[in-house]
């Protein structure tokens, strides 16, 4: 999957966001570290999601918008 995030320079380094997924952010020295740590905060947070729907009645739709 991709996910759009805001990448913005900080006086500590740098904060990134992912606004598809609320409260998904995360931070880095380095733009790179920022984005690899982006990355690994996305992972954890489509897991914990699967883990709190197990079992649920989830869908998988895809919707086009314009």
Known sequence: MTY???LQQ????????CPGLP???????TET????????A???YLETVADLT????VRVVEIAAS
Do not use: K, P, T
């Open 23 to 29: 409260g998904c952010w995360s931070q880095g020295s």
């Open 42 to 44: 996305i992972q954890e």
């Open 33 to 40: 570290e920022a984005l690899d740590n982006i990355r690994i």
């Open 54 to 57: 197990r079992g649920l009645d």
């Open 10 to 17: 900080s006086e500590e380094g740098y904060s990134v966001s």
């Open 4 to 6: 759009r995030v805001v």
